[in-house]
């Protein structure tokens, strides 16, 4: 199991919309549509932002919406605002009742 | 809002064993399954493996043979086991609810911090 391959860095103004792209293979992302995505401050602990591709959890903001399409997965963050600066990581099944992680990409807000 | 809170030693040395407990009220009659996840310093997060109170139990494969995830119900605690540490091991441990053995994460705990060094 290798990592989903996502962007180390992407950087946007406030109000403007960033797209993350994470990229798996027929194993994981491109066979379920159960990809995660989870948001992370520095020294807090990953919070889950979008699940089963596009779904979210109560609670968090409708500027987060997620895509998939063959072996890539994307979230988008629309309105960027400052508090939405974090790192941010995908997470795919992988069959076998297991999961794997993204690279993870550091979202700046200039 | 289920809380879940990880302890255990902050340094371990190399060859030694880890060992990290999980509580989690009420975790032993829940329709939950309870992961272990960790992160090394500067490093993205890596699926170690679950388990489910009938006692099903999973992990990454590459982890398997020094990995062992098990449940104390007397004190509603779940545990993780690494044989046989080396620096490689040295992470921010998590650990984190699911509801179902494919899908997300949806509540995780503060995580502790394990070094592994002489």
């Known amino acids: 199991q290798s990592a989903l391959t996502q962007p180390a860095s992407v950087s946007g103004s406030p109000g403007q919309s960033i797209t993350i792209s994470c990229t798996g293979t027929s194993s994981d992302v491109g066979s379920y549509n159960l990809v995660s995505w989870y948001q992370q401050h520095p020294g807090k602990a990953p919070k889950l932002m979008i699940y089963e591709v596009n779904d979210r959890p109560s609670g968090v903001s409708n500027r987060f919406s997620g895509s998939k399409s063959a072996y890539t997965a994307s979230l988008t963050i629309s309105g960027l605002q400052a508090e939405d600066e974090a790192d941010y990581y995908c997470c795919s099944y992988a069959g076998g009742n297991t999961h794997v992680f993204g690279t993870g990409t550091k979202v700046t807000v200039l | 809002q289920v809380q879940l809170q990880e302890s255990g030693p902050g340094l371990v040395k190399p060859s030694e064993t880890l060992s990290l407990t999980c509580t989690v009220p009420?975790?032993?009659?829940?329709?939950?399954?309870w992961n272990w996840i960790r992160q090394p310093p500067g490093k993205g997060l890596e699926w170690i493996g679950y388990?489910?109170?009938?006692?099903?139990?999973n992990y990454k494969s590459s982890l398997k043979s020094r990995v062992t995830i098990s449940m104390d119900t007397s004190n509603n605690q779940f545990s993780l086991k690494v044989n046989s540490v080396t620096a490689a091991d040295t992470a921010v441990y998590y650990c984190?609810?699911?509801?179902?053995?494919?899908?997300?994460?949806?509540?995780w705990g503060l995580g502790t911090m394990v070094t592994v060094s002489s």
């Open positions: 009420g975790a032993t009659k829940s329709n939950y399954y």
């Open positions: 388990f489910f109170y009938t006692g099903t139990i």
């Open positions: 984190a609810r699911g509801i179902h053995p494919q899908k997300a994460f949806d509540i």
